[in-house]
């Protein structure tokens, strides 16, 4: 018998890969598996496109009602089906029923997929905690709805954060859960940011990161000699205030990113809001850059020593804190190799976990009968 069939159902732009962190967990979560295919709507997308095992679709209009209603409503709209294209929602459908696994990447679009899933195998990768990320929003109640609905009813919770994890427990009973982090390919290329003043910030279109690009954009102003390189598709936010000392490079390919980051003296990580696991971090210490960042930016990184590799610190103290460093190279080059080694613990304690194994485990377990 052939193995399960695994339809993952995105939101967000997933084409290419490398677009963002959440896209790359939608591709990386199953990497090798080859019975699969992923598909979605929304994010900056003006035609449909294929690519491998991925499906994307163009939503203009929801975006466009999403950014003139704010208040993260997209998430919301795509909930309800709102301004969603009909040619989408029938491939969903279509898909739907040649698969045997279903993955929600986030809870949006269970309720609107729910009538046709009752005899799959149900998976939420949960991202974010997003009732707690919520907290205030005019939707927060929503929210909280259609996200417990999904922990409930899911045969099986992932989650890339332990500390949404202890959210989730206060909801679900703990056998569902399953602890499965994002983690980024160690690219063996040496720092070399020892004598530059630039100071990288990668980050995509999502609110967290529009707030950490504006405080970029504020503490560049009090160091002109420092070049900040921002890269990822914020740029695609149309920021009011600029800088001459601020660049933005959009989204970019591996060859010019690791030009770029091995070049960086340092990151810069003003996130002031957020659940889940900050893959940007991770990519910076594979890098072996110093980081300076915020403690919520660190999320999901509690339990390593971040001592001589990490300066943690409120954004206010972001400037005070780079002039220091780079005023002190030697103290680059400590925190440089620190970095290194604590990416080398997180990948020795959390990169041999094989999702596929788990999933199917699982599924098995559900006397579904398998090779």
Known sequence: MAMPKILQICHGQIIPEYISAYSLRCHNLL?????????????????????????????????????????????????????????????????????????????????????????????????????????GNPYENYVSKI??????????????????????????????????????????????????????????????????????????????????????????????????????????????KDMVLRSACMAVNPVIEGSGRNLKVLDYLSYGIPVVSTKIGLRSYEEYNTDNNIIICDIQEFPEKIRYLCKNRELLRIQSFKSLEMYKKIIKSEGNINTAKIILNEYKKLNHDIN
């Open 31 to 135: 990497k090798n598996y080859e019975n699969r295919l992923l598909v979605s709507a929304g994010g900056p997308v003006l035609v449909d496109k294929n690519m491998g095992n991925s499906r994307q679709y163009r939503s203009v209009l929801i975006m466009i009602m999403s950014y003139l209603k704010g208040n993260r409503s997209f998430e919301v709209f795509l909930s309800m089906g709102k301004y969603l294209r009909k040619k989408y929602v029938h491939e969903v459908i279509k898909e739907i029923k040649k698969s045997d696994i279903i993955i929600f990447e986030g809870p949006w679009q269970y309720q609107l997929f729910r009538p046709y899933i009752k005899d799959k195998f149900i998976i939420y990768d949960a991202h974010n905690y997003e009732t707690g990320l919520r907290s």
């Open 147 to 256: 996200e417990q609905e999904l922990l409930k009813n899911a045969h099986m919770i992932l989650s890339l954060s332990v500390n949404d994890i202890m959210e989730f427990k206060k909801i679900i009973d703990e056998f569902k859960l399953f602890y499965i982090p994002l983690l980024t390919e160690n690219k063996n290329i040496e720092w070399n940011g020892m004598e530059t003043n630039n100071i990288v910030f990668i980050g995509s279109l999502y609110q967290a990161n529009i707030d950490a690009v504006r405080h970029i954009l504020e503490m560049s102003a009090k160091l002109p000699e420092f070049n900040f390189i921002i890269i990822g598709n914020v740029k695609n936010y149309k920021f009011k205030e600029s800088q001459k000392n601020v660049k933005f490079l959009g989204v970019i390919d591996d060859a010019k």
